[in-house]
């Protein structure tokens, strides 16, 4: 098997997603198009999305996140990234995006070791037939670069919702998530910061339901973040 990976791979080598040059490894990008990658240099306000400094609430105070986004969902490498990964099954592109949300992350929060990893969840039956959580995945490449405690299971869906890709209007978005997240109350009984990860936000919809729910739990801090914010 070993043979026929090495001949398979000189038949039909890896293509960077960016400039669809050969790659002489296992990747989905070349470091050429990798560093081409514009990144934020500040957290925002959930609500307006002004910049923050400091990641200090400046506007819109009583609104339950900061809002930590790397990049644009405009970028057309980011959104090849991230289509591959949740629609094609490219786990290669996971690693990228990891790294691009470290990246901001380190320059951007200074102190997180107080700090719980929760992914937004996927629902049970998105979850079967996609076969992973793409927002897990990140938060757990997230979680052991920080050295972060990553929990899986304290924040759930209860009910169905269609993809958010789907909904053409913000309020549609709203609507379709609307109550649709549980988080246990007993899991923060110490915890009361968590950083909340996903792969793309768009109207915020999703995060800030995955908020309420973490703040009727009693946490008491929440950074959401997104690789990409459209």
Do not use: W
Not at 101 to 106: A, F, P, V
Not at 125 to 148: D, P
Not at 158 to 165: F, G
């Amino acid at each position: 098997m070993a043979g026929f990976s090495f001949f398979s791979k000189f038949l039909f080598p890896e293509l960077c997603l960016g400039c669809r040059a050969d790659l002489s490894d296992s990747g989905v990008l070349c470091n050429d198009c990798f560093s081409k990658i514009d990144r934020f240099s500040t957290p925002f306000c959930g609500k307006c999305r002004a910049r923050l400094p400091e990641a200090k609430k400046i506007c819109h105070r009583d609104f339950p996140y900061v809002l930590g986004a790397a990049t644009s969902y405009n970028n057309e490498v980011v959104k090849k990234l991230i289509y591959g990964l949740k629609f094609k099954s490219l786990s290669s592109a996971a690693q990228p995006l990891t790294k691009i949300l470290c990246d901001y992350s380190e320059g951007v929060f200074r102190d997180m070791k107080k700090f719980t990893v929760l992914p937004v969840p996927l629902s049970p039956s998105r979850l079967k037939e996609r076969g992973f959580n793409q927002s897990e995945i990140i938060a757990l490449g997230f979680a052991e670069h920080f050295k972060l405690k990553l929990d899986k299971n304290v924040l759930i869906r209860t009910r169905e919702t269609k993809p958010q890709s789907e909904q053409n209007y913000f309020e549609s978005r709203f609507e379709n998530v609307r109550g649709c997240f549980l988080a246990k109350k007993e899991a923060f009984a110490r915890t009361k910061d968590v950083i909340l990860v996903d792969d793309v936000t768009t109207s915020g919809a999703t995060l800030i339901e995955a908020s309420r729910a973490l703040k009727e739990a009693g946490v008491r801090r929440i950074i959401a973040l997104a690789v990409a914010m459209a």
